[in-house]
């Protein structure tokens, strides 16, 4: 009989590195409503050299965090800068509420944010909101469809089979929900 396997209990937090953590900071505590929890400025000996940099975390509902680097050293800076590379399909998905995406899709067009910067995809199985911050990542704040938990459950039964599928060559798609 196979053990059940102990999941991690939920994303602490993912990086970035940004080119000005005030920019960041106005971007995802301003704009997007997000607290900025921690700032820490430290040194550390890191990849064979002593790294100066200062780290925000920005608190999400289940205590997770986005998180933010900024180097002292212009070197470190452009060694470890910032690089997103320019597609959709790299990004950041954060759940909210409807109530919620919309007091963000307001504040975002508040501050000047418009196409292309945001824009909003109509999944089926869920409504998506895209921003794009400072340093272009995109971030995307989705509300889940109201039959959630039946659509997830379709998905979960035939995950490995529609895998296989795709894999195989048949690439039709399996979204009756759009």
Known sequence: MATARKLPARLH??????????????????IIGLPLMATWCESD?????????????FGLGDGGALAFFQFANKSDQELFGPKMPETPFHHIALKVDSDVQKAIEQRLH???????????????YCRSLYAVDPDGMIVEFTVDHPDVEKINSTRRADAHAELKRWLGGDHR???MYR
């Open 45 to 57: 000996m890191l990849f064979g050299a002593e790294r100066t940099y200062c780290h925000l975390f």
């Open 110 to 124: 508040a501050a000047g944010f418009t196409e292309p910067r945001t824009f909003v995809l109509e999944h089926g």
């Open 173 to 175: 798609s399996n979204n």
């Open 13 to 30: 937090h993912t990086a970035y590195v940004s080119k000005n953590l005030e920019e960041t900071r106005k971007f995802y505590e301003d």
